[in-house]
């Protein structure tokens, strides 16, 4: 292969001065092939090295930049083919050993040399003198002063067999022949509004700042490049979503008058608010795309009812799909239950049932007897067909990927509206960047009457007090749920866990009272009848994996108590909480754990403090970061190279606001001086290809 004719930051790294074929095959371990990647790959933290102190003044524990001439070299061997090389710096006044391992060419290249060293590394007491293993070094010249080395010095992300100094001579020897052709795709306009540097100074500053102020500037102008693209990505987006031709629904005048007919209770103003935006939306000529966030009990079943109500009086059909049969059953049983006056006809889809059953379903709905239907994945089996499916209602949303929802609006009449449900409160931070494009509506009200349930921390010895808790509240006539602990990804394991707790608390502990299990290695119907079983109030206690963190409702059911919770994430204990405090009584969260990190007992911590779902959530946020949370993992490539959703959440608002105020101004990003950036814009999309959409 020919070096390029001209400068182009998409050439391959090996024609870079000092890099050549082989060490490019160690950067391609990074994936870093271009001078592109190059000046991405932005280092990971930064060493202050600026400070050259007394030999005499540093301390064990310390990371310092030495300096000074080799006063002695030895080597010796340590067993077979192992060697250990020392050598002692000082700057005249006290010295310091370097420690190098099994790296006899560093005394190749040290005992031929008389000049300066100036080292880094952590400072280690030694037998008889302080050390420093392993540390990165340099061999001064008489005319270099180490002003290179002695700086603040970045640390980039590395793999096995790329060294540190080959990233950072690539990135120094790209930056000083290419940073120059680099083309700045924000207009000077956006900079002066924003306060923002331009693209060359906030590169060449984010990989070899002058000072701190200065990366620090630098890295807020490349923040704001990653999520400007992403913001106006899913601005445009939307704007497409908007164009498209959707079913303006007639809603009836006397609505208000029909869901309190609907409804054995009244809304909360949360949930009225909710459903006024809901409404709104469908009686617009464009397709609805809301996501609808509510805490665990707010009421979004009610909400979602009101919608489908709304749907039907149109004409329409309604479908509403449940990541499991247990959650789409009992969306069956109590929306059968409160649409049995209207005279509604509503349907039931999973997996089970036979292919007799399937056939005559799958003609009800075709032809339009059931005009609501609720579903699993079984909804977007290729024998299904709707005769006019207008609204489609996805609860928790995020177990289900993009192609399963897209096929079942495929299903739908012209450009069905969407509804997206998630109990799992997600932060606002990563509610604007993983579901920008989609409307958001949130129930931030829990119906009355419902009382805060209380959450104990409780560790392993205290078992005993524990069980004679929840026999007090079994004897007062309520019921109880034990978790197993999550002992393994694997629902094998699992079910064996859930199997060992059943069998110590029904042979052991709780010998006079009746102790169900339910798994997820269970076959469906062993699944429903403990289920079933429960709710009648057959067992007073269900032991159960995981299987019932979302959807089961038993108002009865008033304490919970999860085995060693400290093996379970925020999220999930707070789903799992979600299940007791439905009823009038007073609800207990028992959580039994022994934690041996810190972040372990900050998930303790927080559970006990709050029951706000969405509070759990920022914690989590800062705790895990965004690529565990909300399923956003199948969700695509965010590519968050600096930007971090903790850090800089007042930066997404910023861009935020500026991707909606370009849209506004150029909804195609036409103009000239928008072309590069709506190249970038154009990258991003293809890269959000997996992000939600409506």
């Not at 060294?163 to 002066?192: C, F, G, M, T």
């Not at 079984?378 to 289900?400: N, P, W």
């Not at 034990?482 to 859930?498: G, H, R, T």
Request: proline residues 5%; charged residues 25%; neutral net charge.
């Amino acid at each position: 292969m020919n070096p390029p004719q001209r400068k182009d930051l998409e050439s391959p790294v090996q024609f870079l001065k000092g890099i050549g074929p082989e060490l490019a095959k160690s950067l391609a371990k990074l994936n870093l092939h271009t001078v592109n990647d190059l000046l991405y790959h932005f280092p990971r933290r930064f060493e202050d090295r600026t400070h050259l102190p007394e030999l005499r003044s540093v301390k064990p524990g310390q990371f310092v930049t030495i300096k000074g001439r080799l006063s002695r070299l030895d080597s010796r061997q340590v067993g077979r083919g192992r060697v250990i090389i020392r050598a002692l710096l000082s700057d005249g006044r006290s010295g310091i050993y370097l420690v190098w391992f099994n790296q006899p060419w560093v005394k190749r290249r040290l005992e031929r040399y008389r000049g300066e060293i100036i080292a880094y590394g952590m400072v280690k007491d030694g037998q008889n003198a302080l050390e420093m293993h392993s540390p990165e070094y340099e061999l001064l010249e008489e005319d270099d002063s180490g002003e290179d080395f002695a700086r603040i010095t970045p640390i980039y992300p590395l793999t096995e067999g790329v060294p540190q100094w080959l990233v950072r001579k690539a990135v120094n020897s790209a930056l000083l022949h290419y940073v120059e052709v680099v083309e700045d795709p924000l207009p000077e306009k956006i900079l002066h509004h924003y306060d923002l540097k331009t693209l060359k100074w906030s590169l060449a500053q984010i990989h070899q700042p002058n000072t701190e102020a200065h990366r620090l500037e630098a890295r807020k102008r490349l923040v704001f490049d990653e999520f400007l693209a992403i913001q106006l990505a899913m601005q445009m987006r939307r704007a497409l979503q908007q164009q498209e031709p959707g079913n303006a629904f007639e809603i009836p005048s006397n609505m208000p008058e029909r869901i309190a007919e609907l409804l054995p209770f009244k809304l909360t103003n949360a949930q009225d608010r909710v459903v006024g935006e809901i409404l709104g939306d469908m009686s617009l000529p464009a397709p609805m795309n809301r996501l609808l966030q509510g805490d665990v009990g707010s009421g979004k079943t009610a909400v979602a009812a009101c919608a489908l109500m709304a749907c039907v009086a149109d004409g329409f059909q309604g479908a509403l799909m449940a990541p499991t049969e247990i959650l789409a059953e009992q969306h069956y049983q109590n929306l059968r239950a409160l649409f049995s006056k209207s005279g509604l006809e509503v349907a039931l889809l999973v997996g089970k049932h036979t292919a007799k059953q399937k056939e005559k379903i799958y003609s009800d709905v075709a032809n339009g007897k059931s005009q609501i239907v609720i579903g699993t994945h079984a909804l977007i089996q290729e024998g299904v067909s709707f005769a006019k499916l207008g609204l489609i209602i996805v609860d928790e949303q995020h177990r289900f990927g993009v192609m399963q929802r897209a096929a079942l609006r495929e299903k739908g009449f012209g450009h069905p509206d969407l509804l997206v449900m998630t109990a799992t409160p997600i932060p606002r931070t990563l509610t604007m960047a993983v579901y920008g494009d989609l409307e958001l509506s949130v129930i931030d009200e829990l119906p009355p009457g419902r009382q805060a349930i209380k959450t104990h921390w409780r560790t392993p010895t205290d078992r005993q007090k524990v069980y004679e808790g929840v026999r007090k509240l079994i004897s007062e006539g309520r019921q109880a749920y034990f978790v197993c602990p999550m002992v393994s990804e694997s629902e094998k394991m699992l079910a064996q866990a859930a199997e060992e707790l059943h069998r110590r608390l029904s042979t052991m502990i709780f010998t006079e009272l009746r102790v169900g299990l339910l798994h997820g290695q269970m076959k469906s119907k062993e699944k429903e009848a403990a289920m079933e079983a429960f709710r009648r109030h057959d067992l007073d206690i269900l032991v159960s994996t995981t299987v019932i963190e979302v959807g089961v409702d038993v108002p009865n059911a008033s304490v919970m108590v999860i085995e060693d919770a400290n093996r379970f994430g925020l999220s999930q204990l707070h789903q799992l909480r979600g299940r007791v405090g439905r009823g009038k009584h007073q609800s207990f969260c028992i959580l039994v754990a022994d934690p041996t990190n810190e972040e372990a007992i900050a998930r303790m911590e927080i559970m006990v403090k709050t029951t706000d779902g969405f509070e759990i959530a920022e914690e989590d946020l800062r705790l895990r970061g965004p690529g565990e949370l909300a399923g956003t993992r199948q969700h695509g490539n965010l590519d968050f190279k600096l930007a971090d959703l903790v850090q800089d959440g007042k930066m997404l608002e910023v861009a935020r606001q500026a991707a909606i105020k370009l849209i506004n101004y150029d909804p195609d990003l036409s103009r000239p001086e928008h072309r590069l950036l709506a190249k970038v814009v154009s990258e991003k999309s293809t890269s959000m290809a997996n992000l939600p959409v409506a």
